[in-house]
């Protein structure tokens, strides 16, 4: 039976973006496989000549055009609705990461 | 108002017999008796409600003619945009976050000439069974205040149950309707996967969402389907489809044959085992033939849905991250990722955080092959043996849920233990079928549904039965004692 490690859950969550504190990380671990532990179950059931790509219904789905077009009268609005928008542009952190001195 | 179907009550409203004003006002005499213990609703607009029906009561009768649901107050899950209203999902992460437009469906019921009174509490992002995941109320089971009342779309239950209203909106994603439904005694329908489009619902796993009524009866569900229903460029999956959902009124079932899965019935308690076999009982007696069926693959359903449904979370809720929506926790030595970190860190809670980490997981490399490719495989197998079911009769009967309503926090400590209480109702969202849930018979003085499903786009099958049965039972007009 599959069990998420102490390390890979420290992968998953620095993947994932959250970060726990040492017991979040252990309880979710556990969680987590008996989770696991519970759907493993379906290992047992054979899927030869099944195909893994899978389409809620059988019909073709109709794409729109792909053609570039604004919200309302502009983008203003959209980007307006976030709590660092400077000056009509999204504003995010320093994205490269110091050297630790 | 509880006892009119909207039909009616839309009649009355369109010749000028019944105010607008007067149902909205009815609606916010309910909220105040019912809200302070329930605390189903997220927000209510009353003066927008009051101003709207003014309007409506205002149009001639030719005029509110042109109305399918003139008047007709409604509420919306909080994960359903209403343009300039908040919409938060329940979660601290879009807590301030407003809506740009409304989502299709909002739009429809507005066109129509239905008013939107209030928006409901539920599960952050709809993962739950019981709105005890909700980051800012645990709402209550008007049956017993100590209960909770299903979940996701808990709050849109309650709202049916309490007479707030005739019909509110939920989406159902594993059972997030047919469950609470099923919980609170009300009618909940989980349309057909593509049968209403799902622009402006926000996503959480794509291949399994729909949007669906609660109603008192499939009369009132149907009613609203047929202002619902229809294909919308805006988005791909929703289908173009020659929908009808004029019930008939014919005196004779409109099926004929009906199966159940055997080893449900089987894993069910004598008292829910006895409700369940009184429908059974029901059907027979009406000339139905009622048999049971075996299939290995339905007693993986649960195990299928918790590998595919939190993959598709884990992607749909990347978009996250601080940026560009909701609230943003940041200190001013933050890196970017720092900053994405904080901010989802602080804004998903618990239940949320997990579906995103093990959905994260079953799509890892050296993994993806073992859950969520096998799966996948799976989920086509479950769909050919359903279709097999499917060609041997009109509809399949099962209890919505093993049991009825459970103790406020008494699965909130064992994840799995709470996924257990979707485990008959995620069949219909792995195969993209329509299914209803519909008050069966009570046990022990609480709601326990029973739940109809028919292949994908028999919609109107569904609807046609639940709706005859309604006509020979009486089990959907208990309603919970008034405060």
């Known amino acids: 039976m599959t069990k998420i490690s102490e390390q890979f859950m420290g992968e998953l969550a620095s993947r994932t973006r959250l970060e726990l504190s040492g017991q979040e990380m252990m309880d979710l671990r556990e969680q987590l496989n008996t989770i696991l532990g519970y759907v493993d179950a379906l290992q047992e059931v054979s899927v030869e000549e099944c195909d893994d790509s899978y389409n809620v219904h059988p019909n073709a789905l109709e794409l729109r055009p792909d053609e570039p077009r604004l919200m309302g009268d502009s983008g203003q609005q959209l980007v307006s609705r976030s709590v660092g928008a400077t000056d009509g542009f999204y504003r995010v952190p320093r994205v490269l990461e110091q050297e630790e001195s | ?483």
């Open chain 2, 1 to 483: 108002m509880k006892e009119q179907s909207i039909e009616s009550l839309v009649k009355d409203v369109t010749r000028g017999a019944v105010k607008a004003t007067e149902l909205v006002e009815n609606s916010f005499d309910q909220i105040n008796r019912w809200e302070p213990e329930c605390q189903a609703l997220l927000r209510s607009h009353q003066e927008k409600a009051e101003a709207q029906a003014a309007a409506i009561d205002a149009l001639t009768p030719a005029q509110r003619e042109e109305l399918p649901l003139a008047g007709l107050p409604v509420v919306i899950k909080d994960n359903i945009a209403v343009e300039g209203e908040p919409l938060t999902c329940a979660s601290y992460i879009l807590e301030n976050y407003r809506a740009d437009y409304n989502a299709l469906v909002v739009e429809r019921l507005k066109q129509a000439g239905a008013i939107i009174i209030a928006q409901s509490n539920m599960d952050e992002f709809a993962m739950g069974s019981s709105t005890e995941n909700s980051a800012f109320q645990v709402t209550k089971n008007p049956w017993d205040l100590t209960r909770v009342p299903g979940g996701s779309s808990g709050g849109s239950a309650v709202s049916v149950a309490t007479g707030y209203t005739l019909c509110a909106l939920g989406s159902d994603t594993g059972g997030s309707i047919r469950q609470p439904a099923s919980y609170c005694g009300v009618t909940g329908f989980k349309p057909s996967y593509g049968t209403i489009s799902r622009y402006g619902l926000v996503a959480f796993a794509s291949s399994f969402d729909q949007i669906g009524p609660f109603t008192r009866t499939a009369e009132d569900a149907a009613k609203i389907m047929q202002v619902l229903v229809g294909r919308d460029a805006r988005d791909s999956t929703s289908q173009q489809h020659p929908w009808d959902f004029t019930l008939s009124c014919e005196v004779a079932p409109p099926v004929r044959k009906v199966r159940y899965p055997i080893s449900f019935i089987e894993q069910l308690g004598k008292a829910e085992r006895e409700s369940f076999e009184a429908v059974v009982q029901v059907l027979e007696a009406h000339g139905v033939v009622v048999e049971p069926v075996v299939s290995e693959l339905w007693t993986h359903a649960l195990a299928m849905y918790y590998i595919l449904a939190p993959a598709e979370a884990s992607s749909n809720l990347a978009r996250f991250d601080g940026v560009r929506y909701g609230n943003r926790q940041e200190e001013s030595e933050d890196s970017l990722v720092k900053m994405v970190t904080r901010t989802r860190s602080q804004g998903f809670g618990p239940e949320v955080q997990r579906r995103i980490l093990l959905g994260n997981f079953t799509l890892s490399a050296g993994y993806a092959d073992k859950y969520f490719q096998h799966a996948q495989k799976v989920r086509n197998k479950l769909k050919q043996e359903l279709d097999r079911v499917f060609e041997g009769c009109d509809l399949v009967l099962m209890p919505t849920t093993p049991q009825v309503a459970f103790k406020i926090g008494e699965k909130t400590a064992d994840p799995m233990t709470m996924y257990l209480a979707d485990i008959y109702t995620v069949v219909a969202n792995l195969i993209g079928a329509a299914a209803i849930s519909i008050p069966g018979p009570s046990v022990g003085g609480l709601p326990f549904g029973v739940q109809l499903m028919a292949g994908q786009f028999q919609d109107q099958a569904v609807l046609e039965t639940a709706h005859w049965l309604q006509q020979v039972t009486d089990f959907h007009r208990s309603s919970p004692a008034e405060l």
